[in-house]
Structures are given as structure tokens and as C-alpha cells.
């Protein structure tokens, strides 16, 4: 089965269905789709949120994995981190104008895995009855 | 900045913006948006690929990440692996239709990626300038 939509974009694009290695595309897609990556994203895509605010919302991050995430996507261009001169003082994070473009690309994608991953789990919990079979 | 498209959707399925620890669309995101999964699902977005094709076609995997890579996604349903019994025998893999509805939603994405990549990348070459600033 093929896939039409959007293929013959980014083979034009690219010149070829797969961004070849050294592509800038693949670094990006890294980062926005990181396992954390992804939830920071949608964390702040509703709403400007503190450090502690960002911890909660995005259940089980440390905060080491919440730093690391937060400034590479803030040098990447798609967080904005403002620290906030009032007592106490406190840094708040929110989307720039480009991550919200990667959150709204993003969207359909989590979507689609919050309907069908139920379903999906199940298979991993059936036994396989090809665990024997050769590549 | 806030996004409103398709927030709304996911909030209803999820009750949250964010999916919690031990949701099952974790556990798919993970496998559809791992490295080198992106890339093997697009690779076959537009034609049934043997082996070595998808090997070529996916610039820089090895054998190993390959095998992984491809065992996930047969497990989940998102790609069928047909063994040929052809002289010499072979073995093709394809998108399942959930495949493709991955791919579909995956698309967007990537053609943001490939669109945005060098202006993301060129922030990653220009001195930080921050580098003293504190969380």
C-alpha cells in the first residue's frame, strides 16, 4: 500500500522519499520528536507554564530531561524561555510563532496514537507464535 | 503564543493536553517517532521494499537498527513482512493500512522539517552568546 497525500512534496523537496544522513531535517526531527520533546511541545501548546507547571504537566519527566529538552528546543528556535523580574522572581516558557507551526504538525500524529494505541499495546501483549521465524 | 486546531480533540480523548505516564500513545509515539522509525516508514510510504533496498534507502541504518527497527513496527501492525518463496527466496515489507495512516500524519511533519531544517540548524552554528545565563 502506498501513501499519496504529501509524498510527491517532499520528494520534491528533497529529491527522495527518505532525508539522507547529514540532513538538516533529521537534527530537527530529533528534537521535536524526542519522547520528551514531543510532550514539552504539547505541554505549552495550550498555555505559558513555569518550570515547576511544566514538571506536573509533563508526568514522569526529571529534571534533568526537562532541562536538556527545554534548551535544545529553545535554541532551536521553538521555545521561548523569559525570565520574569518580580519576587520571587520566576522563568516562564512559551511557544514561539515556529513552534507552534511543529505543534500543530504534531497534533494529528498524537492524536492518531492516543486513538489507536490501545490497540496497538494489545498486539505487544498477545504471544507472538512467531517467535521461531527468520528475518 | 497558543495553538487551537486540534488541542480541543486531543484534550477530549485525553482529559489532558499531555498523555500521562503508561498511556499506550506513549508507547506508540515512541516507536513511530523513534529515529530511525520516522525514516523507515517513509522509506516505504511509496513502494514494497526488500531488505538491502530498504537498507540503501534508509541512508546511514545498519543491519541491527534495521532488524530492530522493522520487528518493532511488524509487532505494532504498522508494516508487513511478506517472505517470498521465490528461487532465490526474499522477503518484502510494506505499510499495513494503519501503515499508512501513520505515514499520513507523519508527512506534514517531516516536509516542516526538511522546509525549516537549515534555518534550525544555522541557530546551532552562531555562538550562543547565552552561554552564562542561568536556567
Avoid at 531535517?25 to 521535536?32: A, D, I, M, P
Avoid at 528546543?73 to 513552534?99: F, K
Wanted: charge should be negative; hydrophobic fraction near 40%; proline fraction near 10%.
Amino acid at each position: 500500500m502506498t501513501v499519496s497525500t504529501d509524498l510527491p512534496i517532499l520528494k520534491a523537496l528533497l529529491g527522495e522519499p527518505v532525508p539522507p544522513a547529514g540532513c538538516p531535517s533529521r537534527f530537527v526531527l530529533n528534537h521535536v520528536t524526542s519522547k520528551w520533546g514531543v510532550l514539552v511541545l504539547l505541554a505549552l501548546a495550550e498555555e505559558t507554564l513555569r518550570w515547576g507547571e511544566l514538571r506536573r504537566t509533563v508526568d514522569g519527566i526529571s529534571e534533568k530531561m526537562l532541562a536538556q529538552t527545554l534548551q535544545i528546543l529553545e535554541r532551536d528556535g521553538l521555545v521561548h524561555r523569559e525570565a520574569r523580574p518580580v519576587i520571587p522572581p520566576h522563568v516562564e516558557y512559551s511557544l514561539t510563532p515556529s513552534g507552534s507551526e511543529v505543534v500543530e504538525h504534531l497534533l494529528p500524529l498524537v492524536i492518531w496514537a492516543v486513538d489507536r494505541g490501545p490497540e496497538i499495546l494489545a498486539r505487544w501483549e498477545e504471544p507472538t507464535g512467531e517467535s521461531g521465524s527468520p528475518r
